[in-house]
Every structure is written in structure tokens, then in C-alpha cells.
């Protein structure tokens, strides 16, 4: 009986090991993908662009089952003022302590912690979003197209950045501030390519 529980879990842990073993990490190549920004206030938006540091998905025989991103945030950069002036004055504001502190909290992280397969290529992500050292989670639709050890991989995410401690001029934090307010919501458009 002893010998029969001994070769029931040998087996058990050889299965679990080759189980483990489809689970491949397929690194994102992140001078070809990109991440957009949009903030808005009353009558007027601003956008630009944040660097992808590091990044992974992890397949699972073709279907997504994980993965993590290191954003660089001191790569802040704002691409719709033509005005050199006031263009490099919004991206330092956006780098020092009223927004994301950028000298304190150098990077943020996003780890997938699950992925629903939906038709068409669609996932139900659920993720841990870390800014200036907060996390929280975040529930967001990805089209993820897989083809062997490769994927291209695109997503809208919304925040509130109020959660992230990001209240400069928030009018749910500050009132009376009127058109000086800043929407709360701050807009990203993903758009990942796999290294080859």
C-alpha cells in the first residue's frame, strides 16, 4: 500500500511538472509596442505617450494565461502641444508630486492575474495596477491574437487616478475649483507586439 501512495504521487508531480511545462513566458518587444495616454479638463484633453520598460505574456497552448509590465514613467512624454514651451512644462508638471512623482516612484507595474477567453479573440483581463507604490485591481477587455510563440495584443484601459493618489485638482477631492478642474479619468490605448 506504502509503495502504491509513494508511485500515486511520484505521478502526481511528474503530471503537475508537464502541466507547468507548456506555460511559456513570450517577452514584449518594447520599442515596437506602445502605450497612449488621454487626461482631459472642461473644453480641452491632452495626450501623449509612456515607455513600455519591461513586459510579458504568459501562453498557455495558444490561449493567455498571465503576465506582467514595468512602465518607465520618467518617459512621460505629451504629443499634441505644438508649443515646445508649454509642452515641456506639461510633462515636468506631470512628472513631479502633483501627478505620478516620477523621481519617488520611477516605475509602475501591471501584473495579469487572470485571463477569461472570450469569442474572437477577446479576454476578460483582471489585473494588480501599481502607481506611486498603490495597487490596485483593474478589470479590462483585451484582443489578443496568439500564433505560436507570438501575439499581438490591444486594449483600452480607464482609471480613476484619484485611486492612486493622483488628486491634483480633482473635483471629487477639491470643490469649488469649477473649470479648473481635472477629470478624474485618465485613458490608455495599449498596443503590444511579441519579440521575434
Do not use: C
Request: aromatic content about 8%.
Amino acid at each position: 500500500m506504502k509503495n502504491i501512495v509513494i508511485l500515486f504521487l511520484t505521478l502526481s508531480v511528474s503530471f503537475s511538472n508537464v502541466l507547468l511545462a507548456h506555460q511559456i513566458d513570450v517577452m514584449v518587444n518594447h520599442k515596437n509596442s506602445t502605450i497612449t495616454w488621454t487626461g482631459s479638463k472642461p473644453g480641452e484633453d491632452h495626450s501623449g505617450t509612456i515607455d513600455i520598460k519591461s513586459g510579458k505574456l504568459i501562453l498557455d497552448h495558444g490561449k493567455l494565461v498571465g503576465g506582467e509590465f514595468v512602465i518607465d514613467m520618467t518617459s512621460i512624454k505629451n504629443t499634441d502641444i505644438e508649443s515646445e514651451k508649454k509642452r515641456g512644462w506639461i510633462e515636468e508638471h506631470l512628472k513631479n508630486e502633483d501627478f505620478f512623482d516620477v523621481e519617488n516612484f520611477p516605475t509602475s507595474k501591471l501584473v495579469i492575474t487572470s485571463a477569461e477567453q472570450r469569442p474572437d479573440n477577446i479576454y476578460k483581463i483582471t489585473a494588480d495596477l501599481t502607481i506611486k507604490g498603490i495597487t490596485n485591481k483593474i478589470v479590462f477587455a483585451a484582443n489578443v491574437t496568439i500564433k505560436r510563440n507570438n501575439f499581438l495584443a490591444t486594449a483600452n484601459i480607464v482609471i480613476d487616478r484619484t485611486k492612486w493618489d493622483v488628486v491634483y485638482k480633482s473635483g471629487n477631492i477639491f470643490k469649488d475649483l469649477g473649470d479648473k478642474i481635472i477629470h478624474d479619468e485618465i485613458n490608455f490605448d495599449i498596443f503590444l507586439l511579441s519579440e521575434k
